[in-house]
């Protein structure tokens, strides 16, 4: 079976372009999370669906970050306008609905805002 | 808050020499302790489980181990192919799904 898939695996920007992250999680799974992964602060949740409904958002940092997910198989994050400080590598995980079930993860979307 | 430490925060050893990493966490209350092994430039994958204290789970060479306030990652006679990270994170029974990491241990493994 396919894991979790991102695209793109880079992406370089400008500050103030915006930048849209896309995931597709593993097939049955029912719910899917975004993470951001830096040096300084390592992995941390952003948001996270449930039946394609957003559940806990508390860590999306502001209101320049949006995700969706439109259908079971689909998810994007979109940063508008970017800055060099959402320079991170960011992660899609997905899992079964129920707590306590593994979370695997994507291979990661590595964001460079210059 | 929910706090997961980690540690050494590098460990280097030779092949063969075992050894154990250590995960620390306070969480109000446990629904799971997960492993993950992240090499560079990839995603974490996935290890271990652990639910409750006294659980044991292996694989291969790797062994984790869970008590109520910290949970071990033992390798025993390490090979170059183990060095990666590893990773630890505690999901509360909350109801709160996100996973809590901690900042992880660098393994090398020399020949």
């Known amino acids: 079976d396919a894991g979790v898939i991102q695209s793109p695996r880079h992406e370089v920007t400008e500050m103030g372009q915006e930048v849209t992250l896309r995931c597709k999680p593993i097939?049955?799974?029912?719910?899917l999370f975004w993470y951001r992964q830096t040096m300084m602060r390592g992995l941390e949740l952003l948001i996270y669906?449930?039946?394609?409904?957003?559940?806990?958002d508390s860590g999306m940092p502001e209101d320049r970050f949006s995700a969706k997910m439109p259908n079971a198989s689909f998810s994007t994050l979109k940063i508008q306008p970017s800055e060099p400080r959402d320079s991170a590598v960011y992660f899609c995980?997905?899992?079964?609905?129920?707590?306590?079930?593994?979370?695997?993860f994507g291979p990661g979307t590595r964001l460079t805002v210059l | 808050e929910d706090q997961v430490t980690q540690s050494p925060e590098a460990l280097r050893l030779q092949e063969g020499e075992s050894s154990s990493l250590n995960c620390s966490y306070t969480?109000?209350?446990?629904?799971?302790l997960f492993w993950y092994r992240q090499d560079p430039g990839k995603g974490p994958e996935f290890l271990f489980t652990?639910?409750?204290a006294g659980e044991e789970k292996e694989k291969e060479r790797l062994k984790a181990t869970l008590t109520k306030k910290e949970s071990f990652l033992h390798i025993t006679a390490p090979k170059p192919e183990d060095s990666a990270t590893y990773l630890c994170?505690?999901?509360?029974?909350?109801?709160?799904?996100?996973?809590?990491f901690g900042s992880g241990t660098r393994l090398q493994v020399q020949p």
């Open positions: 995980a997905s899992s079964r609905a129920r707590p306590g079930d593994t979370q695997y």
């Open positions: 097939s049955g799974h029912n719910s």
């Open positions: 994170a505690v999901q509360a029974d909350t109801g709160r799904r996100a996973l809590t």
């Open positions: 669906f449930n039946n394609n409904v957003p559940i806990d």
């Open positions: 969480v109000s209350g446990l629904r799971g």
């Open positions: 652990l639910y409750s």
